[in-house]
């Protein structure tokens, strides 16, 4: 597995090339199954996967503790990186989104309770409270790295200028955003934004939500506990059908270059820079292991090509969630 580096100076973290997205482990894709998630985590380190995404609301903070148990022993091996801001209560309700320093704070605390470590890699504020200002809660990350809680800070769905702003108080080393042949917003200000500060880019649904490995073209494939039917307006109704066009084309692409379709839009990704480094989410091993293996996926300039013409800027129909009010643009 190579290796990628995230920001710049004193605040870079060098990650593998390719990360595990561990959500779909616990919540919102399915029944989860415990003893395959553990396997697939410990799986990924035997291939050389050192990135690991959690979040404490993903469960909620089951996640955190599925982690928690099988990671520890790798600790000098992988980079943990966990979230705040997306409230939830013990019971799964979502309460809102928090970003004032004293809720920092105690999420932090509780974060690293869960995760059984003494320190976070990467911290990364989930979603910006846009009743807080932005100084206040990446002051409070600071705090915590000032008192070796956490390592390094991150964003997530952040706009260009909450960006710039963050990166005023404290170096910032990673942007966490979706980003994917069919999810390409962020090109036109703020990955540009990015490049210019010096912070990295970690890339979240690259294979948009699994609809790009083909295996989600009919409405009945999600399912039970699937969230993906109703959350996702691109996955349903009028808009699946516009969509589906798309994985044709990609699966046509990728018969051509040998690979998988899932493979082709992962090498894709690896494809925009030295400085993004995506993190496909799986919960099974068998997914872990394709997804892994498209490293060494060579895309030529031909089928890169093909894939610009087939996939531009704003292709997808319909809007990535339900709701946009969360995401800070």
């Known amino acids: 597995m190579r290796t990628r580096t995230l920001g710049s100076g004193d605040w870079a973290l060098e990650v593998s090339e390719q990360g595990l997205g561990c959500?779909?482990?616990s919540e919102f894709y399915g029944v989860a199954d415990e003893t395959e998630a553990a396997a697939t985590l410990t799986r990924a380190v035997e291939l050389g996967v050192t990135f690991f995404d959690t979040a404490d609301m993903y469960g909620p903070f089951t996640n955190?503790?599925?982690?928690?148990?099988?990671l520890p022993p790798h600790r000098d091996e992988v980079v943990i990186a966990t979230k705040f801001g997306n409230v939830r209560?013990?019971?799964g309700e979502f309460l809102g989104i928090r970003g004032d320093?004293?809720?920092?704070?105690?999420a932090c605390d509780a974060s690293l309770r869960r995760l059984g470590v003494d320190h976070i890699d990467l911290y990364y504020q989930h979603r910006v409270d846009q009743t807080v200002a932005i100084e206040e809660t990446v002051g409070a990350m600071a705090e915590l790295v000032a008192a070796g809680k956490v390592r390094h800070l991150g964003l997530s769905e952040a706009s260009a200028e909450t960006i710039r702003r963050a990166h005023a108080v404290h170096p910032i080393t990673a942007l966490q955003s979706e980003y994917s042949l069919?999810?390409?917003?962020?090109?036109?200000?703020i990955l540009p934004t990015l490049r210019e500060l010096g912070i990295g880019l970690v890339p979240y649904s690259p294979l948009g939500r699994g609809f790009l490995t083909g295996k989600l073209g009919e409405p009945d494939t999600l399912g039970d506990g699937d969230?993906?039917?109703?959350?996702?307006?691109?996955?349903?109704g009028e808009h699946l059908e516009s969509n589906r066009s798309l994985v044709e084309e990609l699966t046509a692409i990728a018969g051509d270059v040998g690979a998988e379709p899932a493979q082709v839009a992962l090498a894709w990704v690896l494809s925009r820079g030295d400085?993004?480094?995506?993190?496909?989410?799986?919960k099974r091993r068998r997914w872990l292991e394709q997804n892994v293996a498209a490293g060494d996926v060579q895309l030529s300039p031909q089928v890169l090509e093909r894939l610009e013409q087939a996939f531009p800027p704003g292709v997808a129909a319909g809007d990535r969630y339900q709701s946009m009010?969360?995401?800070?643009r």
């Open 325 to 328: 009010a969360s995401i800070d």
């Open 64 to 70: 955190e503790q599925l982690v928690g148990r099988v």
């Open 182 to 189: 069919w999810e390409r917003s962020l090109e036109a200000e």
């Open 89 to 91: 209560g013990e019971q």
């Open 275 to 282: 400085d993004v480094a995506p993190i496909p989410g799986t």
């Open 23 to 25: 959500m779909g482990m």
């Open 227 to 236: 969230f993906r039917a109703v959350a996702f307006p691109r996955m349903a």
């Open 101 to 106: 320093a004293a809720y920092v704070r105690e």
